[in-house]
């Protein structure tokens, strides 16, 4: 039996168009985050959060940590995650899964993969940083 979802999430976005946006693997300069609440596993709110850190000279994963941290994300899904997100992501004990199975999956796809748990639940670094 699946489990009952109550959490925020935050997808890595390619725009801010919402559930039919591009997802992207870029976690710390992805240019957005498409917020999704899920209440019983039905989305619940759908929110978009430009990503101020997609244009920092460094440190962007950790202050992409910082921005969905603020938005009381629990759970982040569809990213690669360099050294310094992983472990932001994992102090602030916010849970990371992905990848997307395809690269170009929206938003609203890559939460039914998630709730079919099809995705693999990441617990340290997938890329090398600055990817």
């Not at 929206?106 to 090398?128: C, D, G, M, N, Q």
């Amino acid at each position: 039996m699946s489990p009952v979802y109550n959490l925020k999430i935050a997808i890595p976005s390619t725009s801010s168009e919402g559930l039919s946006a591009i997802v992207t693997t870029r976690f710390g300069r992805c240019p957005a985050f498409t917020i999704v609440n899920l209440k019983d596993n039905e989305i619940e709110e759908v929110s978009i959060v430009d990503n101020a850190a997609s244009g920092a000279r460094g440190g962007a994963g950790p202050m992409a940590v910082q921005l969905i941290a603020e938005e009381g994300v629990k759970c982040v899904i569809g990213g690669h995650y360099g050294p310094n997100a992983a472990n932001a992501l994992n102090q602030g004990k916010i849970r990371m899964f992905g990848p997307a199975s395809n690269p170009s999956i929206t938003v609203k796809e890559l939460i039914e993969e998630f709730l079919a748990e099809k995705l693999e639940e990441i617990t340290s670094a997938t890329s090398p940083g600055h990817v």
